[in-house]
């Protein structure tokens, strides 16, 4: 698939945020990487793609949430690329998803939307029909929690880590392929740099242990120092606070867009780290904006 291999998203400063924080705060754009419905799993899917050589009418199967970025975002890499997706999809399929099921079916996917002890099976049935029409089948992880993903972040980390100079990372943390590139970065190229994946969904053990997971399938040297902070999880996936949602009001209204499932998580997490003194003031903040537009819309 044709893609620049290094992509670099915007780095930028927001001179209000910083003032308030009273930290130097800078932001990596991954939610501004060149392709529509940026975010994390454009580096994490091209990554993919290459590792599996994804080409011209093969099929792409991969399962998430209905309203899933993942899902959306490799629907849309296949239309470009003329392969063709089919996305088991969990959760609802009632009024308030018929929009994102729409934008699939406009994209030329196909899914089913089934119970979530049914993917498993439901994804080995269509690889099975696929095959037996000869089609070439890919299937991708959910979420694309891989290693191609991981080195996806790790990659990405060093250019930011060189360019930012940054004493802090703060990233938004799901499946952790993206904070555990990050964090290899850091312990690659910036050894002083301390990264925190603020928890979008998941308590603290399970979600450290899936993150130290992804860290050891490239550099098992790194696990023990994975900081993994699971205080702002909101009751779980996709709910927030009033909190986060005031987070989530304060950035926009200086210019930088959050949703409260992810990035407003994870901005809270670094408000909460400044509060405490775990940042300290003056200290410079990379944060790493991992996407989440359609998120956030689809709340409004
Ligand atoms: C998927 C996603 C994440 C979480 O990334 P992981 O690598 O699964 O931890 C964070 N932010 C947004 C906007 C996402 O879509």
């Given at each position: 698939m044709s893609a620049p291999r290094d992509w670099e998203s915007p780095v930028e400063t927001f001179d209000g945020l910083s003032a308030e924080l009273g930290v130097d705060l800078v932001v990596q754009r991954d939610d501004l990487l060149p392709f529509p419905l940026a975010g994390n799993k454009v580096r994490k899917l091209h990554a993919e793609a290459r590792?599996?050589?994804?080409?011209?009418?093969?099929?792409?199967?991969?399962n998430g949430g209905v309203d899933s970025n993942h899902c959306r975002t490799l629907a849309l890499m296949a239309a470009k690329l003329g392969a063709h997706a089919h996305l088991v999809l969990h959760g609802e399929a009632g009024s308030r998803e018929a929009g994102v099921l729409r934008l699939l079916t406009s994209m030329g996917a196909t899914f089913d939307v089934v119970s979530s002890d049914e993917i498993a099976d439901t994804i080995a049935l269509r690889r099975t029909e696929y095959e037996l029409s000869s089609d070439t089948v890919h299937v991708i992880a959910g979420g694309a929690h891989t290693r191609a993903?991981?080195?996806?972040?790790?990659?990405?980390?060093?250019?930011?880590?060189?360019?930012?100079?940054?004493?802090?990372?703060?990233?938004?943390?799901?499946?952790?392929?993206?904070?555990?590139?990050?964090?290899?970065?850091?312990?690659?190229?910036?050894?002083?740099?301390?990264?925190?994946?603020?928890?979008?969904?998941?308590?603290?053990?399970?979600?450290?242990?899936?993150?130290?997971?992804?860290?050891?399938?490239?550099?098992?040297?790194?696990?023990?120092?994975?900081?993994?902070?699971?205080?702002?999880?909101?009751?779980?996936?996709?709910?927030?606070?009033?909190?986060?949602?005031?987070?989530?009001?304060?950035?926009?209204?200086?210019?930088?867009?959050?949703?409260?499932?992810?990035?407003?998580?994870?901005?809270?997490?670094?408000?909460?780290?400044?509060?405490?003194?775990?940042?300290?003031?003056?200290?410079?903040?990379?944060?790493?904006?991992?996407?989440g537009l359609m998120n956030h819309l689809a709340t409004l």
């Open positions: 590792e599996a050589g994804w080409a011209r009418g093969d099929v792409l199967i991969s993903g991981v080195q996806s972040y790790i990659d990405a980390g060093k250019v930011g880590l060189d360019a930012v100079g940054p004493d802090h990372v703060v990233v938004a943390s799901g499946t952790g392929a993206t904070h555990a590139g990050l964090h290899i970065a850091a312990r690659r190229h910036a050894e002083r740099v301390v990264v925190t994946g603020i928890s979008i969904a998941r308590q603290a053990e399970r979600g450290r242990a899936a993150v130290m997971e992804a860290v050891g399938w490239v550099d098992p040297d790194a696990i023990e120092s994975v900081r993994f902070d699971a205080r702002f999880v909101d009751g779980g996936y996709a709910r927030a606070s009033a909190t986060t949602r005031r987070v989530v009001d304060w950035a926009w209204r200086q210019g930088l867009p959050l949703d409260s499932t992810y990035t407003g998580k994870a901005m809270r997490g670094l408000v909460e780290l400044v509060r405490e003194g775990t940042i300290r003031p003056g200290e410079r903040v990379l944060f790493w904006h991992t996407g």
